[in-house]
C-alpha cells in the first residue's frame, strides 16, 4: 500500500492534503524539500511559518542532538536548564515578565484566556470575563480558541461554543471600542492575520486598541503564533508598531520544527497563574526547548533576523516584475516581511499551487484566489528568482498568456 493510501485508511481525514495524493515528503534541507522519489520542491511554504530557519539547520540540529543524548523529558514537577535559558531568553527581548511554556498556539492562547480571566477577576472585578477578538482572526482549534478565532465557517457544527467572547472587524478601532463592555476582561488580535489570507494590522488601530485597553483596564494579547519570532523583520511583530501588549503568544517557529509554544506575559501579570491553575505534560520539553535556544542564536546573535526585511524586498521587487510582465494577473500584493500573499484576478489558487508544485514549487492556497508565502528567513536571490520563474511560468499557463 503507498503512503497517500495509508492515510487515505489510517489517518483522519482533517486537513486539505496535497490534491495530487502524491507528496510524500521524505526529507528537508535549507529551503528545499525532497520527495520519495528524489523530487526536489523549494518549498516556500515552510511548513505554515514553522520552518523559519529552513530543513534541518545545522544549529538546530546539533542542539536536538545534544539535549536528546543527555535528556529528552523531564516533568515539570522539576528544573531543566533549556526552559530555564529559554525562559530568560524570551522575556529579555519582550515583555520583560514570566513565561508559560505549551506545544501548540491553540494551547499557547488557552493559557492567555486562562491567565486574563485569573487576572481580571482577582484584580478589577468579577464580573470581567468576555474576550473582544477581530473578525477574520485565528486563534486555534481547540473550543476556546476555535471561539476566540472570528470566523463562522471554523465553528459551525461544534455548538455549544464557550461563552464570552465578540467580534469587531480588524482595522476597525471604534468598533473595538464599541464592543468593549463592563464585562471585558481583554482584546486579542493578530498582528498580522495569518490564517485569513495575510491582513497586516495598521499602527494606528494596534495603538487605539492599547488605548483602549488601558482607558478600560483590559490586557492587550498580541497572537504572534505565525508572525512572531522574526517573520515581520522584527522579533516580534509588535516591536514595529510602537505598542506593547501584555501577553504575546508563540508557537510555529519558535522550536525551530520541535512544537514547542510560549505566551509570554508582562511582569503585572506574571503571578496571574499559580501552581494547579495550568499545566502541560510536554510543555517546555528540554529538547524542544534546546532548539529553541538554537532558533534564537541564529536569529538574533548571528543576524539573520537583520536580513528578512531585504529578503521580503527582493521577493516584492520580483512579483512586481510578474505584475508589469502578466498585468491584471497578481491584482495585489499584502503582507510584511516574509508573510505574503498574492490576490489573484479571478485565478483559482488551489490551481495555481498544483501548477507550482508540479514544476518544484510549494506555495499555498489560501481562500479562493489568494495564494500565501511563507518562505523560510535562510533564503537567497537565486531561490527568489526560481520561485518568480516557475510562479510566473505557471499564470502564464493557468491564464494562457
Ligand atoms: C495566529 C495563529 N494562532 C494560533 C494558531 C494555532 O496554532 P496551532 O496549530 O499550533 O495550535 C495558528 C495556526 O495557524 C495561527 O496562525
New binding site residues.
Given amino acids: 500500500m503507498d503512503i497517500p493510501t495509508m492515510y487515505e485508511q489510517y489517518v483522519m481525514n482533517t486537513y486539505r492534503r496535497d490534491p495530487q495524493k502524491t507528496l510524500v515528503i521524505k526529507e528537508g534541507r535549507g529551503a528545499r524539500v525532497r520527495d520519495e522519489r528524489g523530487g526536489e520542491y523549494l518549498d516556500f511554504v515552510g511548513g505554515?511559518?514553522v520552518n523559519a530557519l529552513g530543513h534541518s539547520h545545522p544549529r538546530v540540529v546539533e542542539a536536538i542532538r545534544h539535549q536528546a543524548e543527555a535528556l529528552i523529558h523531564t516533568s515539570n514537577l522539576y528544573y531543566t536548564e533549556p526552559q530555564a535559558k529559554l525562559a530568560c531568553r524570551l522575556s529579555e527581548n519582550s515583555l520583560g515578565g514570566k513565561v508559560f511554556f505549551a506545544?501548540?498556539?491553540?494551547?499557547?492562547?488557552e493559557t492567555a484566556i486562562k491567565a486574563a480571566r485569573k487576572y481580571a477577576k482577582n484584580n478589577i472585578s468579577a464580573n470581567r470575563h468576555t474576550f473582544v477578538t477581530a473578525l477574520g482572526?485565528?486563534?486555534?482549534?481547540?473550543l476556546a480558541?476555535v471561539t476566540a478565532?472570528g470566523q463562522e465557517h471554523h465553528q459551525k457544527d461544534f455548538d455549544p461554543l464557550p461563552a464570552g467572547f465578540i467580534y469587531a472587524p480588524f482595522n476597525d478601532a471604534d468598533a473595538f471600542e464599541r464592543a468593549v463592555n463592563e464585562e471585558t476582561c481583554a482584546v486579542m488580535v493578530?498582528p498580522v492575520?495569518?490564517?485569513s489570507g495575510v491582513h497586516v494590522a495598521e499602527k494606528d488601530f494596534l495603538r487605539a486598541l492599547r488605548r483602549i485597553c488601558d482607558e478600560n483596564g483590559l490586557l492587550l494579547i498580541f497572537?504572534?503564533?505565525?508572525?512572531g519570532v522574526g517573520r515581520t523583520g522584527t522579533l516580534w511583530a509588535y516591536q514595529d508598531y510602537g505598542v506593547e501588549p501584555d501577553i504575546i503568544?508563540s508557537?510555529?517557529a519558535l522550536g525551530g520544527g520541535m512544537?514547542l509554544?510560549a505566551a509570554i506575559f508582562n511582569p503585572k501579570i506574571s503571578s496571574a497563574l499559580g501552581p494547579g491553575d495550568h499545566a502541560s505534560t510536554f510543555g517546555g520539553n528540554p529538547v524542544s526547548c534546546s532548539a529553541a535556544l538554537a532558533v534564537m542564536e541564529v536569529l538574533l546573535d548571528d543576524g539573520l533576523l537583520q536580513e528578512v526585511n531585504a529578503k521580503s524586498e527582493f521577493i516584492l521587487g520580483e512579483i512586481k516584475r510578474i505584475r508589469e510582465q502578466l498585468p491584471g494577473v497578481v491584482k495585489g500584493v499584502r503582507g510584511k516581511g516574509l508573510i505574503l500573499a498574492m490576490e489573484l484576478d479571478g485565478l483559482n489558487a488551489a490551481a495555481v499551487q498544483a501548477g507550482c508544485q508540479s514544476k518544484g514549487l510549494l506555495v499555498n492556497a489560501i481562500g479562493e484566489s489568494t495564494v500565501r508565502i511563507l518562505p523560510p528567513f535562510i533564503i537567497d536571490e537565486q531561490d527568489v528568482q526560481q520561485f518568480a520563474s516557475i510562479f510566473m511560468e505557471t499564470l502564464q499557463e493557468i491564464t494562457g498568456s
Wanted: charged share 25%; net charge negative.
Fill in positions: 505554515l511559518a506545544n501548540s498556539g491553540a494551547e499557547a492562547n482572526s485565528f486563534h486555534g482549534r481547540t480558541t478565532t493578530e492575520q495569518g490564517e497572537d504572534e503564533v505565525q508572525c503568544t508557537a510555529k512544537p509554544a
